[in-house]
């Protein structure tokens, strides 16, 4: 059985359809996004996945880390060609932990270009606080590793990938303790390892609570020292480079543009990985940097890669809530202060505003509950209290166990006049993590001929309907190295064509639309995002429902076209991009895909939960799938690529 919608509609139609091959591309249509849910049996995360891939190919918060960095070796000329198209074997797409550790493999084999939109620290890894998850105790065990993901995960999780991540990750760890990345240690001098919300044994390798500034110190320092590895920076971008063989779409590259030169640069590689990490900023309040608006889901939807599990929006339960700190910061953050879950792990205790202690009404687990239920029951106490935010408590804590433990958190709240060792830190949920993403098998792969995914883009099937805490960094690091091989494989099977910069259109910086109309257009920009931000926060936040998201899409969709509307007024034309702009489309397209997933799922599950759909259904314990659209039914500038294929 799967399931479509209609274009212009939300109504859902059945029809029979087998998911194998070129039949699972039917399609139908809203606002150029296309999706069918598929048998799990016929379509599965691992074994089956990897099979349709093969068939449709026909072959085999942190303040940022700038005091003391040491400069990278920047490559603004290419030696390769010219400097507006450069050649390389691989180019990775986003510098966290994904992108970094596959970096650092393949770079033994061929030319490595890794493209950060900004500064290479700046990603979702940077501001990662808790740690990594990995079994190093004696008295855990793999098995009970996947009872804690496959329960969190609301057994939407893929079986097989999540035995692979959990049997692999430890040797991850052992990998980034050799090349120099410094974990704490207990008093016996072995690993120092914490507890958090979902899982039943410690085993949370950190460092501190900076423990993703850490890995990406080791990361970078690695990458450095690399002859192979060129960092480009501030090079955002704008789109996939691909072409059509037969059925197959073939990624080549991609396209840039450099934010501080104004000019677009192409990239043209034989294997091209995305690990651009989320989007969050499809909401007004999240912890992730200001880089995470979607580009990679976006870019790959746009290519016609699978998109899955949309629905499925983490909200961490407690960020840092500004309005109750004694002193209010004098500006609004561009991203929430993340209050880690080690703190809930390390025995931090929630009250509501009269100091009632309020998880044990709503989960046996109380604190130590996954996150999409903390997240649910703060929400719930927040609406019936009509209160702002929570508090968590950490203080009964020794002094010196805190300090040591939350140095950063701590260091925090004092300038804000809160020392965490005396009193309650109040909190709110905030948007945090996209559990679902480019779909990918079991080694990276997606069902676009060389093109990789890794890190939070992906949708691997490990999180399911809900991330266990500190899972996310494990399985950038196990996917990153899992996708070496068969990139290493797809690079020594294909020639790059020099001529190949010239298959596509380039895009157009609007230089000659003059600085007062783009003014105009980014203001315009920065007020639709703000507006698309609230809907989502108002309509498809942490708990939905069919009319509420209904309103969603109809709202979502009159803005984006009167946006577009709007620029093409002042002289924009679809082949013209600027960062602002093409940010914006990233977010309605993200936008749009978690809106479509939401309406298709009739139930609720880990962190989707819809009071129209209240209780889970074995029935539709499926992933939700989202097919490409044909290009030429693309109805939005947002859902098409900028440039045409020249080549058949």
């Not at 990985?273 to 999240?286: C, E, F, M, N, R």
């Not at 003014?519 to 309509?539: A, C, D």
Request: glycine share 8%; with cysteine; hydrophobic share 35%.
């Amino acid at each position: 059985m799967a399931t479509g919608i209609s274009t212009g509609s939300s109504k859902l139609h059945f029809k029979e359809g087998l998911c194998r091959g070129h039949s699972c591309r039917q399609t139908s249509w809203v606002s150029g996004i296309a999706f069918q849910r598929c048998k799990q049996k016929e379509l599965s995360w691992s074994c089956g996945v990897s099979k349709f891939l093969q068939i449709q190919m026909h072959d085999t918060s942190l303040s940022p880390i700038n005091d003391n960095w040491k400069p990278l070796r920047s490559v603004t000329a290419s030696c390769l060609r010219d400097g507006s198209t450069k050649y390389f074997d691989f180019a990775v797409i986003g510098s966290g932990v994904a992108g970094l550790r596959y970096a650092l493999e393949v770079a033994k084999h061929g030319t490595v270009a890794v493209l950060t939109k900004a500064e290479p620290h700046e990603s979702n890894t940077n501001y990662a606080q808790g740690g990594v998850s990995a079994v190093l105790c004696p008295s855990d065990s793999v098995e009970n590793h996947m009872r804690d993901t496959i329960v969190a995960g609301a057994y939407l999780c893929d079986e097989e990938t999540v035995r692979v991540v959990c049997t692999e990750g430890p040797e991850r760890i052992r990998e980034l303790i050799a090349m120099g990345a410094s974990f704490d240690h207990g008093e016996d001098g072995n690993l120092h390892l914490a507890r958090e919300g979902g899982h039943s044994h410690h085993r949370i390798v950190h460092a501190a609570d900076m423990t993703g500034r850490e890995i990406e110190r080791a990361l970078l320092d690695a990458v450095i020292n690399d002859p192979n590895i060129f960092m480009f920076e501030h090079h955002f971008a704008i789109d996939l480079l691909t072409s059509q063989d037969g059925s197959d779409t073939i990624c080549h590259g991609v396209d840039t543009l450099n934010t501080e030169t104004q000019e677009v640069v192409r990239f043209i590689s034989k294997v091209t990985l995305l690990a651009s990490g989320g989007a969050g900023h499809i909401y007004p309040t999240t912890t992730n940097p200001l880089v995470a608006t979607g580009d990679g889901i976006a870019m790959a939807h746009r290519a016609e890669a699978v998109i899955s599990n949309m629905e499925f929006v983490q909200f961490h339960p407690t960020a840092l809530a500004d309005e109750g700190l004694p002193i209010t910061p004098t500006k609004p953050r561009e991203n929430a202060f993340l209050i880690t879950e080690a703190v809930r792990g390390d025995g931090g205790i929630l009250y509501n505003l009269d100091m009632e202690r309020f998880m044990p009404l709503y989960d046996e687990r109380a604190e130590l509950a996954p996150r999409d239920v903390v997240a649910r029951s703060i929400d719930d106490q927040l609406k019936k209290r009509n209160e702002k935010y929570v508090l968590l408590d950490i203080s009964h804590k020794p002094r010196e166990k805190i300090l040591s433990r939350f140095p950063n958190i701590a260091a925090e709240c004092l300038q804000y006049g809160l020392d965490i060792t005396h009193q309650p830190i109040p909190v709110v949920p905030a948007a945090h993590y996209m559990c679902g993403g480019v779909r990918a098998g079991l080694q990276g792969e997606t069902c676009v001929r060389g093109l990789y995914v890794a890190g939070e883009v992906a949708c691997t099937g490990l999180h399911g309907a809900n991330r266990l805490a500190s899972n996310s960094l494990l399985e950038a690091l196990v996917f990153a190295r899992r996708a070496v091989q068969p990139s290493i494989d797809h690079m020594n099977s294909s020639s790059i064509d020099h001529g190949a910069s010239d298959w596509w259109a380039r895009p157009v910086v609007p230089l000659s639309l003059g600085t007062d109309i783009l003014g105009k257009i980014v203001w315009r920009t920065r007020e639709v995002r703000k507006e698309l931000q609230s809907i989502m926060w108002e309509y498809v936040g942490i708990i939905r429902s069919t009319t509420r998201l209904n309103t969603a899409e109809q709202r979502i969709g009159e803005l984006e076209l009167n946006w577009e509307a709007y620029l093409f007024q002042q002289g924009w034309d679809p082949s013209m991009v600027g960062l602002e702009a093409c940010e914006m489309r990233n977010l309605f397209c993200c936008a749009k895909l978690v809106v479509s997933s939401a309406l298709a799922r009739h139930e609720s599950r880990g962190l989707h939960y819809t009071i129209d759909f209240p209780h889970l259904e074995e029935s539709k314990r499926l992933p939700t799938i989202i097919f490409p659209c044909s290009p030429g039914n693309s109805s939005t500038w947002s859902s098409r690529q900028l440039q045409k294929q020249h080549r058949c």
